[in-house]
């Protein structure tokens, strides 16, 4: 992928997360945190993927339960207790979400 790319990504999910975006930019914020974390999880971007992981719960994206083993265990292997508590709290926020229960 394409540096720019990744910054068009990256400029959709910004967008989708403002305050009053339309349903559709929202749809597609969570699409491109989704492609992001994609991208990091391919590459071994452990730290960055779990970062990206909180983005895309933030963007209403449905995570597939793959993702979220990865990243389990990227934040644990870390040994970095803010990178652990961004997981948690990543986790936390997307139980919130109802179909997202069965995914844990």
């Known amino acids: ?11 959709t999910v910004l967008a989708g997360r403002q305050p009053g975006a339309a349903p559709e930019d929202r749809t597609l914020s969570g ?13 071994g971007h452990g730290r960055l993927a779990v970062l990206r992981l909180s983005i895309a719960v933030d963007s209403d994206a449905r995570i597939p339960p793959d993702y979220w083993r990865y990243c389990s265990r990227a934040a644990e292997l870390s040994g970095d207790a803010s990178l652990k508590a961004l997981y948690l709290q990543a986790a936390r926020r997307n139980m919130a979400i109802p179909e997202a229960r069965e995914l844990q």
């Open 1 to 11: 992928m394409a540096r720019e790319n990744i910054r068009l990504l990256k400029r």
């Open 31 to 43: 699409d491109a945190a989704l492609a992001l974390l994609e991208r990091s999880i391919k590459f």
